[in-house]
């Protein structure tokens, strides 16, 4: 462990993340760059948050930021340890706040997405609240490689694993762990900070969500950091607090959709009350949730074919 620290510190150089936090605001946005180990930032205040890895060949970083960022967020990760080159970009899902950023992040890097996140950002894709198709983006901004299931590789010596976060979120989500800093980039699978949320459309529900967050219980252990997309990193006992509560609220779902109450019904009925955190619209992420159950209301209980 000593060595391994040893040789970590002398490839990153003496610049290493004692000068952290800083704060980069050229363009009147509020980023901030905060330490999580010796070798992995977070980058707050870009859209969603992005986390990079520095190792002895470059940056490996987690999404890309809001579109509008772009600028801040390079020279915040440019002032990083081996800040200098990004070697590979992940994109946790689709949405703008996580890949706001890819033409610019991913130039020289490999950018790598679940094969639904490649999907929707090469193809486009429909939003039914706006009633419009978004189109898809520049070539140079589409994930280069994309994975069904699971994936690993190695990046100076730095074991880098990710994998499919099946509608947790979004239908493209997908985890990215640092298994040697015990690092694990969760996207929007956690969400310690605002109300969780899910793109039902997008293909997110909370059936997804709940196993998501199996997953990551399962992945990680009681020393894990896991940063998500928004907020501080959180401990595995946060993790699994929203996912007691994620499932307390699933299976008050499952009771009442299969009575054939609506949406409405359903909040109306309490099933809200006593999670144990605060919502600030509760009522919307029941309603978002519903259309989820829609969806897959042939898959609730094995007596209903
Ligand atoms: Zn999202």
Redesign the pocket.
Known sequence: MIRRRTILKSALGAAAMAALPRAFAASGSKIEVAKVTDSIALVTGAG?NVLALSTADGLVVVDSGAPGATMDLQAALASLPNGNKIRTLFNT?W?H??TGGNEALGKGAAIVAHEKTRQRLSIGYYLPAEDRYEKPVPVAAQPTESFYTTGETKIANQRVEYGYLLEA??DGDCYVYFRDANVLAVG?AVSPLRDP?L?WFGGGWLGGRVDALDLLLKLGNANTKYVP?YGAAVARADVQKERDMSLKIFERFVELVRKGQSADDIFAAGIMNDTGRTWSDPKLFVHDAFKGFWAHHNTLMPDIV
């Open positions: 969603g899902h949405h706040e996580q979120h979004t929007d949320e793109d997309s």
